[in-house]
Structure formats: structure tokens, C-alpha cells
């Protein structure tokens, strides 16, 4: 019998990597005609964000994706 844990484990850790994701889909709001220097830094910090969010939500959803090959193998 393969190892229940293992399997809830992995499906749980895909499914924070997918809500990690999904919470990058934010639209930003609309931009102004002529956007201050700290709405410019402010809108670069958002993306940086963003984009680190996206690599953090690969990592736990590979992760997840290896502990259910580990429950079949």
C-alpha cells in the first residue's frame, strides 16, 4: 500500500504552490497620467514581489510533486 501521508502531503504542498500563484494574479491598479517617483518605486517593489512569489510558488509545488512521486515509487 503506498503511503497515504506521503500522497496527502505532496497534493497539499501542490496546492499552496497553485494559491501562491493565484495570488500574483492581481491586476495592478490603473496608472495615473504622470505616476510620482514613489508610485514608480512603489510599482517596481510590486513586481519584484510578484516575481519572487512565482519562483517561491514553483519551489513548494515542485516540492509537492516530489513527494508524491516518492509515495508511488
Not at 504542498?13 to 497553485?18: E, N, S
Not at 491598479?29 to 518605486?41: I, L, M, V
Request: glycine letters at 14%; proline letters at 4%; charged letters at 20%.
Amino acid at each position: 500500500m503506498r503511503n497515504v501521508a506521503f500522497i496527502g502531503l505532496g497534493l497539499g504542498f501542490i496546492l499552496m504552490g497553485a494559491g501562491l500563484f493565484a495570488l500574483t494574479l492581481r491586476k495592478p491598479k490603473a496608472p495615473t497620467a504622470n505616476p510620482s517617483k514613489a508610485q514608480q518605486r512603489e510599482e517596481a517593489a510590486l513586481a519584484d514581489e510578484a516575481k519572487r512569489m512565482r519562483i517561491a510558488a514553483g519551489g513548494v509545488g515542485g516540492f509537492g510533486v516530489v513527494l508524491l512521486l516518492l509515495a508511488f515509487l
